[in-house]
Every structure is written in structure tokens, then in C-alpha cells.
């Protein structure tokens, strides 16, 4: 069976990864798509994923996002039509949607975000929409996404490759972390996203207020060439902050961390299963956030008066949550589909 993934940002690189080794040792044959944004394409290289990379961002503007999608679906069309497909996955990705949709290849998408509108496109051609227990049924419905195509999975798409992850212990000599420090993580909103447009300025107060205490060691990881150049000028101001250039293995640095601290959804769950203290600034929370906040595995930063909620101490012991079952069930489903008979 020949199976196309198409990665469209960085941690689709971690979603997948696992997958993509577990159906390749099972004899598998594997295509592997990557949009140039982020650090998708460093990943993909470093994780050892033969891949095409194929288009770039559209960036801000509404006009131009559309324009990205049909350049880039066209080329997509043109690459894949040849390539005798038995069925296509991604993370939501409306480019492989639409050339699955022409091809008429069963299209497999996991979503966990109920506020992307791209979902009104990518829910509707879809065969199977993967989504975890807390999506809205009333959201799936709003979407296009009818019952026969949703299947719903215990637990975060995040456990799908956390289940895969060993900790290196060389990592943080190889880095020279200070592990003497406090080690604060920080990832800044992705304002090019449709589900979060508007730049948060609430993170760079919470970066300010970390970097103030000298006990800690704070690491910006820049989501954008643009945001990286906004940054990089706090290095001469604040000798406790490091903001890398090139791509780091985000799941090793995380392990290692004392606390996680995001504008985004990911990161914060993903330091959840690691054993990392995290928090949230992400603004339009999603039904998942909402649920990791109330079963106490993240905390939810509103405004300046929450930042007595973070706790800046070292993490006193590591530890991974690992859920078996959840890759397998991902792996059945996309089988499944190609076969015609997903499994629920």
C-alpha cells in the first residue's frame, strides 16, 4: 500500500514520524510532502524523512493565503497524480485535501482545533475526520463533518508520538544547558494562523517577567524567520535568554525543562505528557485546552495577575506518559480507510 503524508508545519514533523516508521516496517510504501514554513523542513531532514518540499506560507493577508493554497495544491496535483496513492493523511491540510478530493484518494485528517476555518473545507472532502473525545459534536456538525466520518479517540493527538519518545541524556551537555537554572521554555503565538491572527502582546510581558528573575534560563523558540529578528535583539539586554537560529529537538529540550510556557496549544499539552510544568497564553482557547486545564495538567495565563500561578523552581523528578494504544488505533484507522473498512 502506498500512503501520502503531506507536513505543513513543524510539529506535524513529531505527529507523524512515528507513524511513518511503524507503517514503513510493516512493508508500507511511504510519500512524504513538506511545506516550507517553520522549521518543518529542518525537522523532516533531521528525524531522516525523505520528503519533496513543495510551496511556502501565504503569510497574513486572507488574499494571498488562498493564492498559497491553489499554487500550491497544483503543484501538489502535479507531483502526486502519477504516484498511484492508496490514501492520504495530514494534519488538516486543506493543499492535500483538495488534490485527494480530484484524485479521488481517500483522505484521512486529524484535527484536535475547533476554531480552524479551514475545517468548513478540509471536514467536508475528507473520508475520515479523526478528532479526540472533547471536539464538539456541535462543532463537527458546523463543519461539514457528517457521523459516518468521524471517529473520536481517547485522549490528545500529542500521545501519539510521546508514546515513541526516549530521552537523550547527552542532550543537555551537547547543548550546554545550565541545568543549574530554572529552565523556562517559551513559544510565541503563530499570528499567521486563521485560528489566531492578532499577535498576543501578553507573551513578551510574561517573557519579560521570566527573564527578570536571575534564577532562571529562558529559550525562545521563534515559530518565524520575522519573530526570530524581533527577538534577537533581547539577547544583549538579557544574558539568561537564548534564542536559537536553527532547529532543536523541541521534545528532548521540553523533557529537560523545568517549566513550558506557550501561546499555542501544542507545546503545552505535549510538556503535560513529558512531566513539565505548563502554561498557556493561547487566547482562543480550544474544547482540548480547556480539558487539560481542568484535569490540572496545564494553567491557563489570562492577564498579568496570573503570572503568581507560575511556580519557578526546578522539576523534581522526569517521567514520560505513554498511551500504546492511541498510535495503533491512528495506524488501524488509516488502513482502514485505504481498505475502505476503518475500524471504530
Known amino acids: ?22 507503517l514503513r516496517e510493516r512493508g508500507h510504501s511511504i510519500a512524504v510532502t513538506v511545506r516550507d514554513y517553520a522549521q518543518t523542513r529542518q525537522l523532516a531532514e533531521r528525524s531522516g524523512i525523505p520528503h519533496i518540499v513543495v510551496g511556502k506560507h501565504g503569510g497574513r493577508s486572507y488574499y494571498k493565503k488562498v493564492v498559497a493554497l ?40 486529524i484535527q484536535d482545533t475547533e476554531r480552524q476555518i479551514a475545517n468548513h473545507l478540509v471536514f467536508r472532502l475528507a473520508t475520515k475526520v479523526l478528532v479526540p473525545l ?9 463543519y461539514g463533518a457528517c457521523p459516518r466520518k468521524i471517529a473520536k479517540f481517547e485522549g490528545v493527538k500529542e500521545e501519539i508520538y510521546i508514546t515513541d519518545f526516549e530521552p537523550d541524556p547527552e542532550f543537555p551537555r551537547r547543548l ?51 519573530q526570530r529578528d524581533r527577538l534577537m535583539g533581547w539577547q544583549y539586554r538579557y544574558p539568561n535568554l537564548w534564542i536559537p537560529t536553527e532547529a532543536v529537538d523541541g521534545l528532548n529540550l521540553m523533557y529537560y525543562a523545568d517549566i513550558v510556557v506557550t501561546a499555542g496549544g501544542t507545546m503545552a499539552a505535549e510538556a503535560a505528557m513529558l512531566g513539565t510544568p505548563a502554561y498557556t497564553l493561547l487566547r482562543n482557547l480550544r474544547a482540548v485546552d480547556l480539558y487539560f486545564a481542568d484535569k490540572g495538567y ?9 503570572f503568581s500561578k507560575v511556580k ?22 488509516i488502513l ?9
Not at 502506498?2 to 505527529?15: E, G
Not at 492520504?88 to 478530493?101: I, M, R, T
Not at 519557578?312 to 484507522?333: A, G, M, P, Q
Not at 482502514?336 to 471504530?344: E, I, L, P, Q, R
Open 336 to 344: 482502514g480507510t485505504a481498505y475502505g473498512n476503518s475500524s471504530k
Open 70 to 109: 491553489m499554487t500550491r495544491s497544483l503543484k501538489l496535483l502535479a507531483i502526486v497524480r502519477d504516484l498511484d496513492i492508496d490514501v492520504a493523511v495530514s494534519h488538516n491540510s486543506p493543499d492535500q485535501a483538495l488534490v485527494a478530493y480530484v484524485l479521488r484518494i481517500p483522505f484521512v485528517t
Open 1 to 22: 500500500m502506498r500512503i501520502w503524508f503531506d507536513l505543513a508545519n513543524s510539529a506535524h514533523v513529531f505527529l507523524f514520524r512515528g507513524i511513518i516508521k511503524s
Open 298 to 306: 496545564i494553567t491557563i495565563i489570562s492577564s498579568p495577575r496570573d
Open 176 to 226: 550546554n544547558l545550565p541545568m543549574d537554572k530554572v529552565l523556562c521554555i517559551l513559544r510565541p503565538p503563530d499570528f499567521l494562523a486563521l485560528h489566531d491572527r492578532v499577535d498576543n502582546p501578553l507573551f513578551y510581558e510574561f517573557a519579560r517577567f521570566l527573564l527578570s528573575h536571575p534564577e532562571t534560563f529562558v529559550i525562545i523558540l521563534p515559530r518565524t524567520i520575522q
Open 134 to 142: 472533547p471536539f464538539p459534536d456541535e462543532k463537527l456538525r458546523w
Open 312 to 333: 519557578l523552581e526546578k522539576k523534581k523528578e522526569y517521567s514520560v506518559f505513554r498511551n500504546f494504544d492511541l498510535k495503533e488505533k491512528i495506524i488501524r484507522e
